[in-house]
C-alpha cells in the first residue's frame, strides 16, 4: 500500500465552459442502453501529466477550458441538462447551459504522490472536488472537468462524466477531440453522431431470451448492500508472469482469451474470499462491446458515442465455482458469450421498457470492464502522454481494468476490488500465494 500523505488544494470558482458558438437547442432522447438503471452514476477519471519544458509560460487550464467550448460546438448534447419523461425515459434538453470546470492549485509535488495516484486513488475527492449540486442525473451538469497544477510544474486533469450520455468508447472519442482541437484542428477526425434509435425498443417490444443480469435474490441482496458502507478497496496487478502462472492451472493448447481466464481466476479467488455458503448463487457480469461487431448485425455509425455494450451475466454455485478447476468458470464464460446475438440485444432493449429499466442485479455479483485498450494513459493534449490514465476506483462489486506499468516497467493490467475487510485480507492472501515467485522476485 503506498503511503498517503497529507495534500491540500487551492480551488478557484467553478466555471461553466460553454459551446464557442451557437448550437442546436432541442430535446433528444437517449436509447434504451443509455438509461439502464445501473448506468446513472458518474464516472471518475484522472491523468496525471509531469512538467516538461513545452508547458513553459503556458496557461494549461485556459488551453484545456478553450479547447472544451470548441469540442462542446461538435459534442453539443454534453452542455445540455437530463430531462426525464413518462416511463422514466431519459432526454437530454440542448439548452447550451455548459459543463462544469474547476482549477486547483495542490501544495504537494507530483511525484511524491508516487504509486497512490493508481486505483485506489486516495486523492479522488480532491482532484474531483465534488462542486455542491453538480452530482446529480437529472438537471445537473453532464460533465466536470478539474486542471489541478502541482508545486513542481505537474499537473492532473480529471473529468467525471454522467455515464447515461456515453460509455468509456464514447468518452475516449470526445477527448480525441478535445486533443485534436486543443493541438489545432478546426473539426474532429471523427465526428460525433446521437441516432440513439438506433439502440431503442422495437414498436411492439417483446422479451425473448433470459437475463439473469436482472435476476435478484432478496437475502443475498441485503447482504451485499449491509456490506456496502464497510468495504474496503484494493488493487492486483497482472501482467504477462502472472498471466502465465494462471494459464498453468489450465491443460496445454486449452483456447480462451487472456481476459477470460483472468476473469474466471478473480471470480474464482473472489468468491473463496467471501467464504459464502456452497449453495449459494453467485454471478459473474461480462461487459460486452457491441461496436462493430458483424455478427451481431447491429451496425452503429463509427462516430456513435452513446453506450453501446451489454452485461450478460455468468451464474454458478458458490461452492462449485470453488471446489473446480479455473477452466469451469471460463467454460460458462464462453458459453454465456456463445448465446449472444442480435436476438438477445434486442430482447434485452424491449426489456428495459417494459421492466421499468431494473437495476442489475446485487445477489453475490461481480462486474469487470475491461478499459485497457481505451488508452486514457495515451492521451496526449500537446504535452505528452500521461504517466498514469484511467478510472481511479472500484465501484461498489464494479471493478475496472485499466492499463499501468509496475516497478519493472512491465505493461499489465491493474484491477481495484472492494470487498469487506477480513474478505480482502483473504484475497490477499490468495494472490501473495498464487504469484509468492514472482513477488519475492521483486
Known sequence: MAN???????????????????????????????????????????????YNSSMKGKDLAKIIKDGLSKTLVFYYPL???LIEGPNKKLMVNCNGEGVLFIEGDANIELEKLGESIKPPCPYLDLLLHNVHGSDGIIGSPLLLIQVTRFTCGGFAVGFRFNHTMMDAYGFKMFLNALSELIQGASTPSILPVWERHLLSAR?????????????EEIESKIAWESMEDKLIQQSFFFGNEEMEVIKNQ???????????????????????????????????TYVINIRGKKSLNIELPIGYYGNAFITPVVVSKAGLLC??????????????????????????????????????TKSWNFLVSDNRYIGFDEFDFGWGNPIFGGILKAISFTSFGVSVKNDKGEKGVLIAISLPPLAMKKLQDIYNMTFRVIISNI
Not at 414498436?203 to 436482472?214: L, Q
Not at 481466464?261 to 474470499?273: H, N, P, Q, V
Not at 458469450?337 to 421499468?356: A, F, P, Q, R
Request: with cysteine; glycine share 2%.
Open 4 to 50: 498517503i500523505l497529507p495534500i491540500s488544494i487551492n480551488y478557484h470558482k467553478p466555471k461553466l465552459v460553454v459551446p464557442s458558438s451557437v448550437t442546436s437547442h432541442e430535446t433528444k432522447r437517449l436509447s434504451e442502453i443509455d438509461d439502464q438503471g445501473f448506468i446513472r452514476l458518474q464516472i471518475p477519471i484522472l491523468m496525471f501529466y509531469k
Open 79 to 81: 452542455a445540455g441538462r
Open 203 to 215: 414498436s411492439s417490444p417483446s422479451i425473448t431470451c433470459i437475463h439473469h443480469e436482472f435476476d
Open 250 to 284: 489450465v491443460p496445454p493448447n486449452y483456447e480462451c482469451t487472456k481476459f477470460e481466464l483472468l476473469m474466471a481466476f478473480l471470480w474464482k479467488c473472489r468468491t473463496i474470499a467471501l467464504n459464502l455458503h456452497s449453495d449459494e448463487i453467485v454471478r459473474l
Open 323 to 360: 471446489s473446480n478447476p479455473v477452466t469451469y468458470a471460463v467454460e460458462l464464460i464462453k458459453k454465456v458469450k456463445d448465446h449472444i446475438n442480435e436476438e438477445y440485444i434486442k430482447s434485452l432493449i424491449d426489456l428495459m421498457v417494459t421492466k421499468g429499466r431494473p437495476e442489475l
